[in-house]
């Protein structure tokens, strides 16, 4: 029942061990119904199985009265959210306001709280993946190491979960790397430089361009053809000549990870907005396709002819991509353990225009969803994925816009973002009028205060030239000179910097 999660989500959010917190989530999945196992994972995860419903901050306020008794289902909650989900077309906006209140009708003020957060995105409670994925081999009395290869293979933990819950680790075990569904990309560290990114890997590494486009994951079957992008959305109608690319290489069975990038006629990157705004356009896309023509260049290969490659060494899978994929599709590369060869191939990708490289241990397996250690990028900036956690109003030329922006930084021992300074620089007016009619959307609070909190989903990339400890923030720390290169709408908050990367840059 809905109740259970509403009581198990505020014994989480009250309990700061991590230990404490997965305790209470496995004892509540120990006991779920197997047919609602999958909702209840996502919604005590903060995600909906629906993904987005169209419901905003202004659609949750002046909510009927609750029930005095619990008696609603995970399911039947479930299915409302499906049809409000369900809605379009004229009138869709009144009978969405009506599904609506029915849902909040029928559920106790302990169970609107719960709802209120979870659909607002404030579900901040600290049942992140690592957690979640603990309680779920503590449930199914599975080891975590299964539970963890198996959503290598899913990339959705309620989906995983659910299995490991009903048929242990044999339903773990079955879920293989299936060509059309998408698992959840690797991400590389950082380090401060190629010395400090080679001397962490052992000396010898495999560098390649770091590109500023857009990861894609491609995936071919015979004639079938799907393009995903790292937040595993299905953009294959929106970029044709990538697919047209992928249907045109010899072997048929194929699942590749890589960067699509426009580039200019001189060879050089046009601005990764350049490139976002053309992967994102659903419409006019011949036409865009003539006027911003996307390149696509491949890095990996997670599976080739048929073979999954997952678990080979980095060295093992680049040789299986550059077998099945031509030299002018492969991202620039080179093995060394010269730092002054590094160098030279370092400043050659930024002379070309790339934000830089990414250093590769040749040993690596591909650890898909987290930052594993055998990749390091190497910018020749301090640069930062943060979330925007609310803007202040600006005065002056930025009379009326929302402007100076609080970021954070995500703590993943509880799940919160921990501030870590204010900006208002790099923002030009074209950006301030964006930003502003988003924040509005995203508003977690009254519009017409000086600070306007926000219901933590924007990303932004910024560039600051060091941290140093403050007392003015949570976390003890504040960024210098921070400034806003651009917003990164392929990125989700889980994707932000950690606080643990940005202590590691401390002065």
């Known amino acids: 029942m809905l109740i259970d999660l509403a009581r198990t989500s505020a014994a989480v959010a009250a309990d700061a061990a991590r230990l404490a917190k997965i305790r209470h989530l496995a004892e509540l999945l120990s006991r779920v119904d197997p047919d609602e196992a999958e909702i209840a994972i996502a919604y005590l995860s903060g995600e909906l199985p629906q993904r987005q419903i169209g419901v905003g901050w202004r659609g949750l306020q002046d909510l009927p009265e609750p029930r005095q008794i619990a008696s609603a289902t995970l399911t039947q909650v479930n299915d ?14 009144a009978t969405r306001k ?6 909040f009708r029928s559920v106790t003020r302990q169970e609107q709280s719960f709802l209120l957060r979870l659909l607002g995105g404030e579900l901040r409670q600290g049942a992140l993946n690592g957690v979640m994925i603990e309680a779920v081999a503590k ?76 990861r894609v994951q491609a995936h071919r079957s015979g004639p079938d053809v799907r393009i995903f992008t790292r937040t595993l959305d299905d953009i294959t109608a929106q970029v044709p000549e990538l697919a047209e690319v992928v249907l045109a290489l010899p072997a048929d ?23 976002a705004s053309r992967v994102a356009s659903k419409t006019d896309v011949a036409r865009l396709r003539e006027s911003v023509p996307l390149s696509v260049f491949f890095f990996d290969a997670l599976r080739v002819a048929g073979a999954d490659l997952l678990d080979l060494p980095d060295a093992d899978r680049h040789a299986a991509l550059a077998g099945a994929v031509p030299e002018t ?27 830089g490289v990414v250093a590769k241990s040749a040993a690596t397996p591909y650890a898909a969803g987290r930052r594993g250690a055998g990749w390091i990028k190497v910018k020749p900036r301090h640069t930062l994925d943060l979330v925007v956690l609310a803007a202040e109003w600006g005065h002056g030329r930025r009379q009326g816009k929302l402007s100076n922006l609080h970021l954070g930084a995500r703590d993943p021992a ?25 924040f509005l959307e ?65 002065l």
């Open 80 to 93: 409302l959210l499906s049809r409000i989900k369900a809605q379009a077309g004229p009138g869709s906006q």
């Open 253 to 275: 069975d194929l699942v590749l990870d890589g960067e699509v990038i426009a580039l200019r006629a001189d060879g050089r990157p046009e601005p990764f907005q350049v490139t």
């Open 442 to 506: 995203l508003a977690d609070g009254p519009a017409d205060h000086w600070v306007v909190p926000l219901r933590p989903e924007l990303v932004v990339e910024i560039a600051f030239d060091g941290v140093q400890r403050s007392p003015r923030y949570p976390g003890g720390m504040a960024l210098r000179f921070a400034r806003v290169l651009r917003y990164r709408p392929d990125k989700t908050p889980q994707d932000a910097d950690t606080v643990d990367t940005v202590r590691a840059l401390l």
């Open 139 to 214: 449930a199914a009395g599975v080891p975590a190491a299964e539970v963890r290869r198996a959503l290598t293979l899913r990339g959705w933990l309620p989906a995983v979960g659910s299995a490991a819950l009903t048929g242990g680790v044999d339903a773990l075990r079955a879920f293989r790397l299936e060509v059309g569904r998408p698992v959840s990309p690797m991400l590389a560290q950082s380090a401060p430089s190629l010395a400090a990114a080679l001397a962490k890997l052992g000396g010898t590494a495999a560098l390649e361009w770091k590109l500023d486009g857009v």
């Open 329 to 355: 599709l492969l991202t620039p590369r080179l093995v060394t353990a010269d730092l002054d060869e590094g160098t030279a191939f370092y400043a050659d990708a930024l002379r070309r225009g790339h934000e």
């Open 98 to 103: 009506d599904l609506l209140a029915e849902l």
């Open 414 to 438: 509880t799940g919160r973002f921990v501030m870590l300074g204010k900006t208002f620089k790099g923002l030009t007016d074209e950006l301030l009028s964006w930003q502003t009619e988003r």
